[in-house]
């Protein structure tokens, strides 16, 4: 075998050597740096379990166990209490100051229907504003019951947008009674064209509903030649 061709072979070998001879000259010379930084995330993760486990964990559990009463309030329709509470148990609104977001995302969902039952009307916006949740009918009627309080606030142009936002959240049958709304108050404000075309809408992309079995009475209000 030529010389030539013995240098290559040793090359790769050479290469290895030094690589690694690199990297303990790097570990001996940062040693103390990286066992620090290690340490730092082991203790970091160790923190992070513990709240987690030993604080986050429970108080959820807590906060959980508090939103049964106030929800029981809530589904039996005596809003004042599921609101404010009944002396022993919390309601919405202490549950939110003590836990936060510890109780879940629907507490503000609950907390702003209370509110529009209530006629607290622009804290209801205020709270179903904060509503997040994944749930896709909540979240629509959610956005229904803003166009509900901005209505009673005589504020008719945001209360349409919110129907409008109610009926598009989600193509269901629920966006039947959303589009109604809005076509009231478009009614309301003078602009039957509109009102129409959305009772038309609902005649022909939600059919099955009861909405669209009492729509022709809308529309022959508007049109009496249709």
Known sequence: MSKINRKSQADPEEKVEK??????????????????????????????LSYQELYKKPLQEE?????FQAEQYF??????????????????????????????KSL??????????????EEAIASLKKYAGNDEITAARALSCIGDAYAEL???????DYFIKAANYRD?????????????????????????????????DYSNTAESREVDK??????PES
Not at 154 to 160: C, D, F, I, Q, R
Not at 174 to 182: D, P
């Open 19 to 48: 690589t690694l001879s690199s990297a303990e000259q790097f570990l001996e010379k940062y040693k103390n740096i990286l066992l620090y930084v290690l340490g730092a995330l082991i203790l970091a993760t160790v923190i992070w």
């Open 63 to 67: 906060a959980l166990g508090q939103m």
């Open 75 to 104: 589904r039996a329709d005596s809003f004042a209490l599921a609101l404010h509470g009944d002396g022993n148990a919390y309601g919405f609104l202490q549950i939110a100051d003590e836990y936060g977001s510890n109780a879940g």
């Open 108 to 121: 503000p969902f609950y907390t702003g229907i209370c509110q529009l039952h209530l006629g607290q009307y």
């Open 154 to 160: 005589g504020n008719l142009p945001s209360a349409y």
């Open 172 to 204: 269901n049958d629920y966006a039947a009674r959303y589009l109604i709304k809005a076509a009231l108050i478009s009614e309301e404000q003078g602009n039957t064209a509109n009102a129409l075309k959305l009772y038309e809408r609902i005649k022909i």
């Open 218 to 223: 809308y529309i022959a209000r508007l049109n």
